[in-house]
């Protein structure tokens, strides 16, 4: 089993980054990384969850690059299932959300501005998880084109994660 916490203080995570995952993984905010392919944002949303008070629940990965609206909303109802029995408690981590279509960029912020998903007759409430979400796009570069949800970009920006390139590390 990989520890985190000492990954976290190894030269992997750049230094200037450091505080800014402390304080991710102490609150409950949303966070958005952002960062080229292949510059560890999975494995930084990795170690704030697991450094951090969530440590205790689960990891959910959904990888929104090659998602359509149907298999986005698919694969959260299979993971919203488990909150209606009451087991639903984690981490969501969303990769790529750039990718996602506009229906699925609104069902998204349904989630996490309300705690509740719709899919089909199914009404889920959710209320005990945590996002953190990821982009190899610059999403506000897409909110200003129109292709990104404005709404969905605020609300996950809460605390935002900038990962420098590797040629720049």
Known sequence: MMNYQQLFHS???PSKMVALIEKASRNNAPVLIQGEQGTGKELVAKIIHHTGEWKPHRFYRVDCKFLTEEGFEDQLSSLLREAREGTLSGTLYLKEVGFLRPASQLKLFEL????IFHHGVERNDVRNLRFILSSSLDLKAK????TFSEDLYNRANALSISI???RDR
Do not use: E, F, K, R
């Not at 909110?143 to 129109?146: D, E, R």
């Open 143 to 146: 909110v200003a084109q129109g």
């Open 11 to 13: 030269p992997i995570v």
């Open 112 to 115: 996490m501005n309300d705690g």
């Open 164 to 166: 420098p390139s590797l």
